[in-house]
Nanobody, 118 residues
């Protein structure tokens, strides 16, 4: 059974950095497309970044140049490096994977909270 567990969230000051991790178990991460989503307080969930099986990445405009998505298939873990954090980045961050192709079997983690505040 596939399970995703996010970690690395916390409270950080504006301009600071955090690295989120998504530990993937039950199947090799190399077979999956990986997505990071977030849900700000009182708002809908939004897509932040994606990384394909071949390593190609895409980012939402509001994080381009600040966030980096990556994957380490040997560790079965995905990451989201977040730099120059802003208060508007405050949200619950979720990892999602899809098996073999973007519309494939889908799995979500439970989320990790990121709060950016002085």
């Amino acid at each position: 059974q596939v399970q995703l567990v996010e970690s690395g969230g916390g409270l950080v000051q504006p301009g600071g950095s955090l690295r989120l991790s998504c530990a993937h178990s039950g199947s090799s991460l190399s077979f999956y497309y990986i997505y990071w989503h977030r849900q700000p307080p009182g708002k809908q969930r939004e897509l932040v970044a994606t990384i394909d099986r071949d390593g190609s990445t895409n980012y939402a405009d509001f994080v381009k140049g600040r966030f980096t998505i990556s994957r380490d298939s040997a560790k079965n873990t995905a990451y989201l490096q977040m730099n120059n954090l802003k208060p508007e980045d405050t949200a619950m961050y979720y990892c999602k994977t899809n098996f073999l192709f973007p519309g494939g079997a889908e799995y979500w983690g439970q989320g990790t909270q990121v709060t950016v505040s002085a």
